[in-house]
């Protein structure tokens, strides 16, 4: 028995020894790891300036903050983590190689969120956000990534923003998942809400479902939008929403993306800053048409106290754009695939109608002879045709050959 207890002891002494051994490894990897890591993400997130302020190391633990500066070096948020190094970490209650605790503040120094996290024995890292019940956003983000961080899962619980001007949103549940497979990325997001509003609209009950794949250089993404109700210039219901897009150059989306932060945060007079995003997409577009990208509108459907509205339509190149396009837009039109299909009561078109005219200033009492000139003019075209009581649109264009409505039409003429 006292043999037995010596080496009780002497293993108790050793795991304490390999440990504290660990602590300080752990300490001093997170230490030289830190400003790299903090390095990535500055050019990663190209709207801010992130800066390592602090690392103090210690045995057991060590405290960190980033803080990120937007225009002129002001800064825009803070976040400030408590360390464990393992192997018992988050006070001891978990095991594993390390684990934070922090605060996301913003830079009055408010709580915007509480955020934790560990790496396990397994190397699988899970942790979460709870945002500030008193703050914008609210709820709480959990994820976990698996797989030797290939794979990423995070679920949305009870997220709500709300803002007077612009935009809010509540109860929004949700999950998702990103993984990386031989190359081959894939991704989905399902996310479901009580009511979104976006300035005065207002969707009740609304459904998404985004998935992305991408194959080498390219990226295909599908959306699905459902809602019971949504409120906008009038009442509308059973609204339904599906979009696909194909072949989206991820290089060139990428390169896009951070030449366009850099333009944002750098101080420019909107003129100016506009111009050079217009500029800056202007440049990308060669590379992106290269891989004859394709947006489809699989469906949309929605009900409008006019009665119901359906459509759908693609636009998408069915062969590489030749030379000179840009100068001579013509030269693409025998690259372009195009076509749609619209169905909607002539009650709802004229509404439709109504509103547009007033949104240009039309007077009051020139609307109803604007609107009737109008559907006129379409109908002489041959773009619309009036059927009991609905206007129909059906359009196809193919290898320099516009077809509308079964008749043919003559192309736009570009100078």
Known sequence: MKVF????????????????????????????????????LDRQLGSWQLKRESFDRGWWSSRAAIVAESDGGVPAWRYREHLSHGPLVHGATRL??????????????????????????????????????????EGRLDFTVGDLFSRIDFTLQRLSYRSPDTAAFEGLDGSGFASLDDGRIEARLELNARRLRWFDAVVDGPDLTIAADQSGELIGLRLALAAAHAGLEQSYRDGRLEVVLERLHRPTLETLA????????AGLAP????????????????????HRPRLTLQRLEMHA????????????LNQTPPPGYLAEPAALVGALDLSWELALPEALGRHWIRLYLAARGTPPEQVPLGVEEILARLGADGLVVLEE???????????????VNGRPMALPQFE
């Open 271 to 290: 003129s100016v800053r506009n111009r050079q995003l217009t500029d800056n997409l202007l440049l990308g577009l060669p590379g992106m048409l290269q």
């Open 389 to 403: 009581e609905r206007l129909l649109s059906q359009a196809r264009l193919a290898e320099q050959v516009l077809m």
């Open 5 to 40: 207890r010596r080496w009780l002891i002497r293993l108790a002494v050793i795991a304490v020894a390999l440990g504290a051994l660990m602590a300080l490894v752990v300490g001093l990897v997170a230490e030289n790891y830190f400003p790299r890591a903090v390095g990535e």
């Open 305 to 316: 106290p006019q009665g119901p509205l359906a459509a759908s339509g693609l636009i998408g």
């Open 258 to 265: 951070k030449a366009s932060a850099r333009i944002a945060r």
């Open 96 to 137: 594993g190689w390390i684990g934070g605790r922090g605060t996301l503040e913003l830079a009055n120094g408010s709580a915007l969120a509480e955020v934790h996290w560990w790496l396990s024995p397994a190397m699988m890292l899970s942790g979460g956000f709870d945002f500030s019940p008193a703050g914008q956003p």
